[in-house]
Every structure is written in structure tokens, then in C-alpha cells.
């Protein structure tokens, strides 16, 4: 069995321009979804579960200090499976500066099983800024996951991130459909 380091790199190419894929109306339609991608998920399976995977603090790099516009250093980074009917759907990476850990948002470095997206979706003072996509291929640390779960990847997986603010404190998802994702039918 393949040795995975966690946590997974996702430093590929990510973009904005959405023109740049192929994308299918399905694979579009669950890409750009502005929704809870949670209860999305527990709308098409009837048991919803979160596998966590991990969580470590690290640090910060330039690049990902602009992206989540702040001046954090470290961050906690939470990894996580995200499973419908016992089947693995989803890979969810997210990522959050130790500022953003702070007063009622403290609750977010504890969440265990809990999903994330039932959290935010629940904050009124939520925002979401625009997506940007990037594929997976089959060399990716993402697809070696993949394979580990014993779903080998045949096509590119996509993935999704975005920053969303709460309270004006950012946090970063990263969202990768695994293989079994009804995103790909």
C-alpha cells in the first residue's frame, strides 16, 4: 500500500476562468454551486458521514497569506472525507489562519465530525467569494488518496476552493470530487 503524507498537497494550477474546462452541465452544476455542498450531499444519499483525516497546524505561505488576505503565519488545516452511503464523495481541505480561530469562531478548530458547511452556512455574517477550479490528475497526492480508498481515479478529478468570511475572518475550502461523486455521471 501506497505511503500518503498528510496533509495532501493541492498546489496545483488554480483558476477563474472556467472557460479553460470542459466541463459537463452535471460536473458544472455540482463545480458552481454557491449552496451548502453538505446539504447538497445529504439530499442525494441516505447516510451523510465526515471522516477525518487530520488536522495539524502549519505554516502559512506567502502565497496563501494573499490569497486569504491576512497576516497569519500559522494556520490549522483540517482534512477531511466526506461520504455518502459509506462511499468516499468528496476530499475537503480546509484551511484556517489562527486569527480566524478567534471569539465564537474558536468552535471551528473543534469540530471533529461535524461538517464544516453546517457551520458556515448557519453564520449569518457568512460570505463567500467566487470559486476557482483546478483538475486532479492521476500522479496528484489527492489521487493516490483515491486509490488508497480503492477508487482508482480514470479521468482528471476537479476540485473547488474558495474563501469564505466569517465575521470578516477568513477561511480557505478546497473541495475535490473523488471518483464515485455523482458530479462525474
Known amino acids: 500500500m501506497q505511503h500518503i503524507n498528510f496533509p495532501l498537497s493541492l498546489n496545483n494550477e488554480w483558476t477563474s476562468d472556467y472557460a479553460r474546462f470542459e466541463l459537463s452541465p452535471n460536473l458544472a452544476d455540482w463545480l ?6 453538505t446539504e447538497r450531499l445529504k439530499a442525494s444519499c441516505d447516510v451523510f458521514y465526515v471522516e477525518l483525516l487530520g ?4 505554516q502559512l505561505s506567502n502565497n496563501m497569506q494573499k490569497l486569504l488576505d491576512c497576516d497569519d503565519e500559522q494556520a490549522c488545516l483540517r482534512e477531511v472525507i466526506l461520504r455518502c452511503d459509506d462511499k468516499p464523495i468528496v476530499y475537503a481541505q480546509s484551511l484556517f489562519p489562527l486569527s480566524s480561530l478567534t471569539g465564537e469562531q474558536q468552535r471551528l478548530a473543534h469540530l471533529g465530525h461535524q461538517p464544516l458547511g453546517e457551520v458556515l452556512f448557519q453564520d449569518p455574517s457568512m460570505q463567500r467569494q467566487p470559486f476557482e477550479l483546478a483538475t486532479f490528475d492521476n500522479t496528484s ?3 493516490k488518496l483515491s486509490n488508497m480508498l480503492g477508487h482508482t481515479a480514470v479521468q482528471p478529478m ?6 469564505f468570511r466569517v465575521n470578516h475572518k477568513p477561511i ?3 473541495e475535490i470530487f473523488l471518483p464515485l461523486s455523482t458530479a462525474y455521471q
Not at 488536522?55 to 502549519?58: A, G, L, R, S, Y
Not at 476537479?158 to 474563501?163: A, L, N
Open 55 to 58: 488536522q495539524h497546524q502549519i
Open 172 to 174: 480557505l475550502v478546497n
Open 32 to 37: 458552481l454551486h454557491t449552496g451548502s455542498l
Open 158 to 163: 476537479f476540485g473547488r476552493r474558495s474563501v
Open 141 to 143: 497526492a489527492v489521487a
